[in-house]
């Protein structure tokens, strides 16, 4: 399928960000890249047969990040020799988790395809159009707190750095790998690591967390993605792209979600899979994911897998 270049979308209104909404379908945004040959041609990286959870606990932040609501977990018996579960209060992003295409809106020009009305956008974008589609498709691990370890920069993944698209770019030809249509790119910034690190030596977490390494908001983040065909970003920081952002660059979230439709993962586990990718000398894999089919949803826990 032929889409035009990033540069080539309209604008959108006076926001200063391109839109795709005549490019790909309302319900599937960027997952529309996720084509038949591009799921077959993935299911040929599996070689090992090794399969790698990528999700967190549902309870990993206690409490979760921006003041979300914490899961309540009750066992109970149905009957004398049956148990049973309940999950109340339960926000599907407090943990690994995906944005969905109803998360953000793009002020009053509205949502992903151009609603304005929530019940129809809900409708339309709903998480339960990702459930039934699914999330398959070749898998590349750009470790950039690896890259940055290796080339002796400094890094913190707390410490806020804005990830450039030329970064991306430059972590992308060190690993030897060529982006195509239809990727999924999951980011590692170490920063899951780094707050496993952090909590078990006793910091004050997460209510310490004000700042993270992640994506620059810049249009030029935007224009790598879209051009090289990418079909979701996964990270393991809490917004994929850093906190806090610059008004300057402005926000990521804003520029991928309602404006190009791109599936957007957060607070993934990549410590297994970037050890095991390591060990192999490769960064791509068959990657899965079922989001939740709760209709018109606006997220869902990641159920992300690699398979190797």
Partial sequence: MSEPSYDELPELGTLGVRHAWDVLPAPLGTLARLSAEAVISASGLVRTGEVISLNQSVDAFD????????VEH????HDRNTFEDTLSAFNPQASSQWDGLGHVRAREHGWFGGSTDEKEARERLGIHHWAAHGIVGRGVLLDIAAHRERTGTSYDAFGGDAVTADELAAVANESGVELRRGDILCLRFGWTAEYRRRRDAGDDLPSAVKAWTGLSGAESTA??????GIAAVAADNPAVERGPG?????SLHRRLIPALGFALAELLDFEALAAACASQGRVDFLFAAVPLPVAGGVSSPANAIALL
């Fill in 223 to 228: 224009r790598f993605l879209w051009d090289n």
């Fill in 246 to 250: 610059s008004r300057e660059d402005g």
């Fill in 74 to 77: 009750e066992v109970f018996p």
């Fill in 63 to 70: 409490p979760p990040l921006f003041g979300r609501a914490a």
